[in-house]
C-alpha cells in the first residue's frame, strides 16, 4: 500500500458527516459516549460492510451501546437487510430501542438484551469491542475491561470464525498480536480505515495508562504523546483476495 493511500485512509473521516440522535439528550453514565468513537465505527460500518452487502445479507453486531453507530449508518445508506444487536447492558438496550423506533428502522435493526455468544452465525459480525487494558475491570467503565492487553474480547469474536468480521482495533491494545491470531484463525485483512484518536476519559485513567505503558514496553501498545491510532478491519475468511492487506495494516498500526 503507498502512502497516499494510507493518507486518505487516514484522513478520510475527518469529512464524514455525523447525525447524532437529538431526541435523547441525556446519556447515562453506564453507556459508553465518545461521539468521535462513533462516527469513526459509523463510517466504518457504511465503506466497509453495508455498502457490500443486500437485502439478504445478515448481520449480527456485539455490543450494540447506544445504537447510535449503527443507526447513524443506516440513514444514509441503501441497506435493506438485518441486523441483529447483542447488549447485556439493560441501560443502554432500552437507549438503543427508543433511537431505532424514533428513527423507524425497526425493520432493520433488532436488538436483543442478551449474550451475544449465544446468537446464531451471520455473513458478518460487527464490532467496537472493549479494548481497555488494565490488570482488572475496576475502572471508570468496567464494561470496557478488554483484559490485561485490552485484545481479549476481540480474539474471543475471532475465534467465532464468521466469515466476515469487521472490528475496532486499538494500537495500544496489543494490535499486531490481534492480527496474527486473526491470520492464525484463518482470516486475511481485505480492507481498513485509520483514524487519529485523543487519550480520552476512559484512556485517561490513571491505572490504565499505567497499563498502556507497560505494553508499550512490551512493544504491544503504539502511540505518541498526543494521540493513538483507531482502525476498523474488515477480516474476510475466504483465502481467495486479490490482495491481503495484513502487512500493510501491521506497519500502520506499528507507525507510532
Keep these: ?23 435523547i439528550s441525556h446519556v447515562p453514565e453506564d453507556i459508553f459516549f465518545c ?32 445504537g447510535s453507530p449503527v443507526i447513524n449508518s443506516l440513514l444514509k445508506n441503501q441497506f435493506n437487510g438485518l441486523i441483529n444487536g447483542y447488549e447485556l447492558n439493560e441501560t443502554a438496550c432500552n437507549v438503543a430501542k427508543s433511537r431505532i423506533d424514533y428513527h423507524r428502522l425497526n425493520h432493520k435493526y433488532i436488538i436483543h438484551n442478551t449474550s451475544f455468544f449465544n446468537s446464531s452465525t451471520a455473513d458478518y459480525l460487527i464490532a467496537n469491542p472493549p479494548y481497555i487494558p ?92 498526543n494521540i493513538y491510532f483507531l482502525a476498523g478491519v474488515l477480516f474476510k475468511k475466504q483465502h481467495n483476495l486479490k490482495a491481503d492487506l495484513s502487512t500493510e495494516l501491521i506497519k500502520v498500526m506499528t507507525a507510532l
Design 1 to 23: 500500500m503507498n502512502t497516499s493511500l494510507i493518507s486518505a485512509k487516514i484522513s478520510a473521516v475527518k469529512n464524514y458527516p455525523y447525525i447524532p440522535s437529538t431526541h
Design 134 to 225: 488494565a490488570i482488572d475491570d475496576d475502572i471508570y467503565l468496567p464494561a470496557l475491561h478488554g483484559g490485561t492487553d485490552g485484545a481479549g474480547i476481540t480474539k474471543q469474536l475471532l475465534e467465532r470464525n464468521f466469515p466476515h468480521t469487521m472490528l475496532m482495533i486499538s494500537t495500544y491494545s496489543d494490535p499486531v498480536g490481534t492480527i496474527e491470531y486473526a491470520i492464525a484463525n484463518g482470516y486475511q485483512v481485505e480492507d481498513f480505515i485509520i483514524t487519529p484518536m485523543s487519550f480520552g476519559y476512559y484512556s485517561s485513567e490513571p491505572k490504565v495508562r499505567q497499563r498502556i505503558n507497560e505494553l508499550r514496553k512490551l512493544h504491544k501498545a503504539f502511540y505518541s504523546q
Design 35 to 66: 461521539p468521535e468513537e462513533s462516527q469513526f465505527y459509523s463510517q466504518c460500518l457504511d465503506k466497509m460492510v453495508f455498502s457490500a452487502c443486500n437485502s439478504f445479507t445478515s448481520i449480527v453486531e456485539f455490543g450494540t451501546g447506544d
